[in-house]
């Protein structure tokens, strides 16, 4: 890595804390891991939800990584903490996007009247 390299890279390092900076790695690969039509389907689900207002186009970017995080955290608040993902771990991270994809989570990002009643 060159002088430049190490000086451009350091307003991220700064900005955002170390946790942001894995819990975004780990999300975005978990996200382009997923197959084209199952990534489409997340930003669709993260769409309807409110948390994604750009292009279903299934490419990661700054929109879908924050309505990811975004969506993540309004499960948790929703589910009374019941259904937590740990988005800095692969393994976490991988849960939750093939879950959003699959269209689990609509019960905790839009209702379907179970979410309180322990289902």
Known sequence: MNRRQILLSLPAALILPAPLLAEGDALQSAFERLSPAARRAAQEQLAMAGFYSG??????????????????????????????????????????VQALASGDLGKYLWGEGDESDGG
């Open 55 to 96: 292009g279903i186009d299934g490419a990661y970017g700054p929109g879908t990584r924050r309505g990811l995080v975004q969506a993540a955290a309004f499960i948790e608040q929703n589910s009374y903490g019941r259904t937590r993902f740990d988005l800095g771990s692969a393994k976490g991270a991988a849960t939750y």
